[in-house]
């Protein structure tokens, strides 16, 4: 069977039209994760025991699962083997011959699940399109990517409905950019503001009371104050930093960004009058709101203010790396030059 989607595969775990083999891969480790466990608990009647359910990880041998899955289930129609990030690239060649054997001749009985949520299948490398090709004649495969952000914004409301709040479309998008785009960040940070909330509509400013924000969502909040000349709360937001113990390199990496994504608009309108093309010519695929982001905080700042702020970064991300000044002070520095800048303007 060729490779299915998302869709497909909730129709066979709704309808327990179940292929022998499937093999669940991709860049969303927390789709992989839930999809393998649905499929599980639905194979084995949603209660899965010793007898017909056999777990396996990256530690055992490739022997181990093979012999399990050929055998018979115990006094049930089936049984299910799960497969969880298994270096399958590592396998010697007699363990590559025994898993061909098993994938080319799997008992109606067993449903094999294969799923590597933290091990990235390389398409490049012979054993893994192998692997891809064995799955796909025994069962199916499924790549589950990382949801595109009206989906993501989708999920969010829906598990924020499941416990009794309703998150706006602008506040779910507000909990991503604060929190990033990973589902296992996003699935907590919600939960801990739905508990916060407890229920009705769950506001900016229970987002920004509760969850934990991401290095980066810090720093555009810090570049904001300086913009805005609110230089106390830049002061503020670089000292809590500081006290979540967040690497220096990480503080100013994550500052250059921002200044980064304002250069960059700024030199495509100049070009084209737009900047939307940068989003395949970078990494802004789902996060395209950096760039709407940076041009509406830096419209007011010249491009020769932006030179000089990224000159400035330049400068001290050189003495943080070669000069044994303090690196607390290296970055206060920093945010009163930034400052005096800002001022010019």
């Known amino acids: 069977m060729p490779e299915i989607n998302e869709t497909v595969l909730r129709h066979h775990i709704r309808d327990k039209?179940?292929?022998?083999?499937?093999?669940?891969?991709?860049?969303?480790p927390y789709l992989i994760k839930n999809y393998a466990k649905l499929l599980c608990d639905k194979v084995c009647g949603g209660k899965p025991d010793c007898f017909n359910f056999h777990a396996f990880d990256g530690t055992c041998a490739a022997s181990d699962f093979i012999m399990e899955a050929m055998a018979l289930p115990f006094t049930s129609e089936r049984k299910c083997v799960s497969v969880c990030d298994f270096d399958f690239g590592a396998l010697q060649k007699n363990e590559q011959l025994q898993l061909s054997e098993l994938l080319s001749d799997i008992p109606d009985t067993t449903v094999l699940v294969i799923w590597q949520a933290s091990m990235p299948?390389?398409?490049?490398?012979?054993?893994?399109?192998?692997?891809?090709?064995?799955?796909?004649?025994?069962?199916?495969?499924?790549?589950?990517?990382?949801?595109?952000?009206?989906?993501?914004?989708?999920?969010?409301?829906?598990?924020?409905?499941?416990?009794?709040?309703?998150?706006?479309?602008?506040?779910?998008?507000?909990l991503i950019e604060v929190c990033g785009d990973d589902m296992y960040t996003?699935?907590?940070?919600?939960?801990?503001?739905?508990a916060y909330r407890g229920e009705g509509e769950i506001t900016q400013g229970d987002i920004d009371e509760v969850a934990t924000t991401l290095v980066t969502a810090d720093a555009f909040s810090m570049v904001r104050s300086l913009l805005r000349g609110?230089?106390?709360?830049?002061?503020?937001?670089?000292?809590?930093?500081?006290?979540?113990?967040?690497?220096p390199t990480m503080i100013l990496g994550a500052l250059s960004s921002v200044y980064v994504d304002a250069y960059r608009v700024r030199v495509a309108m100049a070009s084209d009058g737009d900047f939307s093309h940068?989003?395949?010519s970078f990494d802004y695929k789902g996060k395209d709101f950096k760039l709407r982001n940076a041009q509406r905080d830096f419209k007011g700042k010249s491009t020769a203010y932006l030179r000089g702020a990224l000159e400035l970064l330049h400068t001290t991300d050189i003495k943080l790396k070669s000069t044994r000044t303090d690196k607390r002070v290296l970055l206060e520095e920093l945010i009163g030059k930034l400052q005096r800048l800002s001022a010019k303007e």
């Open 186 to 194: 996003l699935h907590q940070e919600l939960d801990k503001v739905c």
């Open 230 to 247: 609110e230089y106390d709360s830049a002061y503020k937001m670089l000292d809590r930093l500081f006290f979540k113990r967040v690497e």
């Open 278 to 280: 940068l989003t395949a």
């Open 121 to 174: 299948l390389d398409q490049r490398k012979n054993a893994w399109k192998t692997l891809l090709g064995e799955v796909k004649a025994a069962g199916c495969t499924v790549e589950l990517k990382k949801l595109e952000p009206h989906a993501l914004i989708r999920f969010l409301q829906k598990r924020a409905a499941g416990q009794g709040t309703e998150l706006s479309h602008d506040c779910a998008s507000h």
């Open 17 to 28: 039209t179940f292929e022998r083999a499937y093999l669940l891969y991709g860049n969303e």
